[in-house]
């Protein structure tokens, strides 16, 4: 047995770690944890991972200014692998393991309706940055991208009114593009022009020489284009053999930024369009600073996308009214979410109380040999949410999404 002196020796010892360890934890600063979900591998990452920097970038920014209420902000990164099922387990495991107070992420309109149900059952926030096809509304996501009155509906009218009435429709094949398609056949059919056919791809897939040789042989005034990920690289390749070119039949994409066409070659698109409400070409001086800061940190030759400023975008709205409400519990910040407003890079953007989707500027882009958009049209300013079109009845929609749900498997996109 040890000597009382040694043993009353050792006991104060071990209260000197113990007290140590306790003036180290307490002399920690506190932390804001949020989730970043997005995906960083698969078909997906083409578009996705730029989105996460820019995320970070904003997140930076508001640690650098001072942090929050509650500390710094601490981001947790999750890769969702392009994959709904992993997006919902990852959603789950942020939010009750993690104990993040938000969550920025989701892509495809089939990640996001799958984790829906996880934000809703937890009573959660998602801030989503993606344009997408309405018929959705939920008190637990805020939708920081394009309702369809405010990217798909404009450009259909605007390429019917400049390209031509006869079009064909491709995209791939999960909820979005076949929502998009719907939406835009009634559009087309009120305006009284054809649609000559509707192709779809699986998600990933490169398989695009059926979709190739239906245009071919209908030979459309216009292609409307919802395909999504790198599938876009097969398409382009395959339609640019085939001898069509944007002076023989146009396409308009509705999920090709400036940062898609880094992955696709610019040289494949060049003189066709796309619909967005975000163009790095922008003239503003925000949006100029922007750019400036997020080419510091990332480098002079990257570029900077629609999603990819909607998420920037989404961060800051987020911290506005995390400070409106003095504290990053979700339940206040939810309700202090509604009615914020920023003088964003894209222009001014509120979020709408009554849908909590943003009012958005709409442009329609020309593709330039140097992967930018020459604006050809826009809105001029910013246009209200309508997250269900008026083509036909809520109720009628909410059956259109029952059908493609339960003919998929109870899942949100073709498991092929």
């Given amino acids: ?164 009435s006869r079009v064909f429709l491709v995209g791939s094949d999960y909820v979005f593009p076949r929502t998009a398609n719907a939406i835009i056949r009634d559009q087309v059919t009120a305006l009284n022009g054809t649609i000559l056919g509707e192709e779809y791809l699986l998600i990933g897939s490169q398989a695009v020489e059926e979709v190739i040789q239906a245009i071919v042989t209908t030979q459309p005034d216009v292609i409307l284009n919802t395909i999504n990920g790198d599938s876009n690289i097969a398409f382009f390749r395959a339609l640019r053999a085939a001898g069509i070119t944007p002076d023989d039949i146009p396409v308009i994409s509705f999920s090709v930024s400036e940062n898609e066409l880094v992955g696709i070659d610019v040289s494949l698109l060049v003189g066709d369009y796309a619909a967005w409400n975000y163009f790095q070409s922008l003239p503003t001086p925000e949006n100029a600073a922007f750019v400036q800061r997020f080419q510091a940190r990332y480098g002079a030759e990257r570029v900077i996308g629609d999603p990819m400023e909607a998420a920037y975008v989404g961060v800051y709205l987020w911290a506005q009214a995390v400070r409106q409400a003095g504290t990053a519990a979700v339940n206040d910040v939810r309700t202090a979410m509604l009615d914020q407003s920023l003088s964003a890079p894209a222009g001014i953007v509120y979020v709408d109380a009554l849908t909590r989707h943003t009012w958005k500027t709409v442009y329609i882009g020309q593709i330039r040999p140097d992967g930018q958009f020459d604006v050809v049209w826009t809105s001029g300013a910013p246009v209200r949410p309508q997250p269900y079109p008026g083509f036909r009845d809520v109720f009628e929609w909410e059956r259109f999404l029952e059908a493609l749900y339960t003919g998929w498997g109870n899942q949100w996109a073709n498991p092929g």
């Fill in 1 to 164: 047995m040890l000597p009382r002196s040694l043993q009353i020796g050792l006991f104060l010892l071990v209260v000197a770690l113990l007290l140590a360890v306790v003036q180290r934890q307490s002399a920690s600063p506190p932390r804001v944890k949020v989730g970043v979900l997005h995906s960083l591998t698969g078909t997906m990452a083409i578009s996705e991972a730029a989105v996460v920097e820019a995320t970070l970038l904003a997140i930076d920014e508001i640690n650098a200014a001072g942090g929050l209420p509650g500390g710094l902000i601490e981001p947790i990164v999750v890769d969702g692998q392009s994959d709904p099922a992993i997006f919902a387990r990852e959603a789950r495991r942020l939010i009750t393991r993690d104990e993040v107070n938000v969550i920025f992420g989701c892509w495809t309109s089939a990640c996001r309706k799958t984790v829906k149900p996880v934000f809703e059952e937890l009573n959660h926030l998602l801030i989503y940055p993606v344009q997408y096809e309405g018929l959705e509304e939920s008190p637990n996501i805020v939708y920081t991208g394009a309702a369809p009155n405010q990217q798909i509906i404009p450009a259909v009218k605007w390429a019917l009114d400049n390209l031509g």
